[in-house]
């Protein structure tokens, strides 16, 4: 950092709170009245991010949050200029330095995955996978129709049977107080966890026969997981994240109508009928159905697809019951 001494405030502050929020603005600002861009910058998102830790909401917070802005626009336009000089304009990019400049100019967050129950070093974080790198795609998209065609005929047979997803506390407490009992998330399984629902099954051969045929974690108490998942028009789910990251979490949409998103770190999609999406759910996510219908999906997990055959095996042994 640049040769510079804080002021006798922000110093004291610092020998006897070095995790004060006041005293990190304070050197944010004496950076910027020197014209320290990069300096200053650091010290307001250090303040920003002690403020979070400390659930603190108050005047410096908005100080630093607001210069922030300032500066990171400053220095996204110097970035943008020195690059476009430089024959590297947005045009010509590829795909992560965009997603850097992003994160530097504060237009994204840096997601990570933070699962609740097992983490599994060396794994990417990607939001969403592109699914044309799997080659069993193609398989489950042809499938749709008649998958659709059986979730149908279980609806005109009444819904009675999907029950409330969130049962107790498996997600974050801001979805359970919502969600904790009721049908507007909801699920109908095949298999929950490794354990088979023989009379679902039953009436979904096809759906069966062809998740089946994917690359899903067979571990006794532990996988597959195989539901169909409704979300009640106007009904939200919270954001949270995932337990485990060593598998994906794959939707199959089968009933989307207009108005439902899905948001996955920084990225908001909506579903298509038909279209596979598949995501890491140990990055925070949440969805809504802002139509006025019933939004249905099947949901299935597999295997990251980094991990070898050797690696699947010890977590099968570990994870089985």
């Known amino acids: 950092m640049a040769d510079f001494s804080p002021t006798d405030e922000a110093a004291q502050l610092l020998e006897t709170k070095p995790h004060s929020v006041r005293a990190h603005v304070l050197l944010g600002e004496q950076h910027a009245a020197k014209g320290n861009d990069q300096d200053s910058a650091y010290y307001f998102r250090r303040a920003l991010h002690l403020a979070e830790q400390q659930d603190l909401a108050d005047e410096d917070v908005a100080r630093a949050r607001d210069a922030l802005a300032v500066i990171e626009a400053r220095m996204a336009a110097s970035r943008e200029a020195r690059l476009t000089g430089r024959g590297v304009p947005s045009s010509k990019r590829s795909p992560r330095l965009a997603e850097a ?31 044309a790198q799997f080659e069993w795609v193609a398989g489950i998209e042809a499938a749709a129709p008649a998958i659709r065609n059986e979730l149908d005929a279980l609806l005109a047979a009444g819904s009675d049977d999907f029950r409330a997803y ?18 507007d998330w909801s699920i109908l399984p095949l298999c929950e966890n490794g354990w088979l629902m023989p009379s679902v099954i039953e009436e979904c051969p096809v759906t069966w026969e062809a998740v089946l045929k994917l690359p899903v974690p067979r571990i006794s108490g532990w996988g597959p997981t195989i539901v169909f ?18 598998r994906l979490v794959c939707h199959l949409p089968l009933i989307v109508p207009a108005g ?26 949440e969805a809504w159905n802002d139509s006025g ?4 999906v099947l949901i299935f997990d597999v295997w990251r697809p ?3 055959e050797r690696e699947r095996f010890e977590l099968t042994a570990l994870f089985s019951d």
């Not at 439902?260 to 140990?282: H, P, S, Y």
């Open 101 to 131: 400049l992003d994160l530097a100019a504060g237009r994204r967050r840096l997601y990570r995955q933070e699962p609740t129950a097992f983490t599994y070093p060396g794994l990417p974080s990607v939001q969403f996978f592109d699914p």
């Open 166 to 183: 969130v049962q107790h506390e498996t997600v974050t407490p801001e979805a359970n107080k919502a969600l904790l009992g009721k049908k």
């Open 229 to 246: 998942s409704l979300l009640k028009a106007g009904a939200h789910i919270a954001a949270h994240n995932g337990m485990f990251n060593t």
């Open 260 to 285: 439902c998103r899905f948001r996955v770190g920084n990225e908001v999609r909506e579903w298509e009928e038909g279209k596979l999406m598949i995501f890491d759910d140990t990055i925070e996510h």
């Open 293 to 296: 219908e019933d939004r249905v």
């Open 306 to 308: 980094e991990l070898s």
